[in-house]
Nanobody, 126 residues
Framework: QVQLVESGGGLVQAGGSLRLSCAAS????????MGWFRRAPGKAREFLAG????????SYAGSVKGRFTISRVTANNTVYLQMNSLKPADAAVYYC???????????????????WGEGTQVTVSS
């Protein structure tokens, strides 16, 4: 069982930056893929970025590639999402998720993920 807690959301002006954190507990993350998703009002949950805990290439949605960066610090079981050049369209609730994929393909569909955090709100003013 993996517990995930997101933090770092808030209000930022367009063009600004935020760094989201996702602290994991309850289990080693070895063999897991970690993903960031978001859900805006009236829209479907959207994959943003993912990585395998054991290392290797990362994966990004086209809408955030070049602006968002996913990373992890294994020593403190935390995954980060650095978000730069934020736009009003980026406003949403942001979720961290874990998928026990045993280090294989990074999932891009929310159905592939087994554990979810409660989310953190990001608001971008124009």
């Amino acid at each position: 069982q993996v517990q995930l807690v997101e933090s770092g959301g808030g209000l930022v002006q367009a063009g600004g930056s935020l760094r989201l954190s996702c602290a994991a507990s309850g289990s080693t993350l070895s063999g897991y893929c970690m993903g960031w998703f978001r859900r805006a009002p009236g829209k479907a949950r959207e994959f943003l970025a993912g990585l395998n805990w054991g290392g290797g290439p990362t994966s990004y949605a086209g809408s955030v590639k070049g602006r968002f960066t996913i990373s992890r610090v294994t020593a403190n079981n935390t995954v980060y999402l650095q978000m730069n050049s934020l736009k009003p369209a980026d406003a949403a609730v942001y979720y961290c998720a874990a998928d026990r994929n045993f280090g294989y393909r990074i999932g891009v569909r929310w159905e592939e993920y087994d554990y979810w955090g409660e989310g953190t709100q990001v608001t971008v003013s124009s």
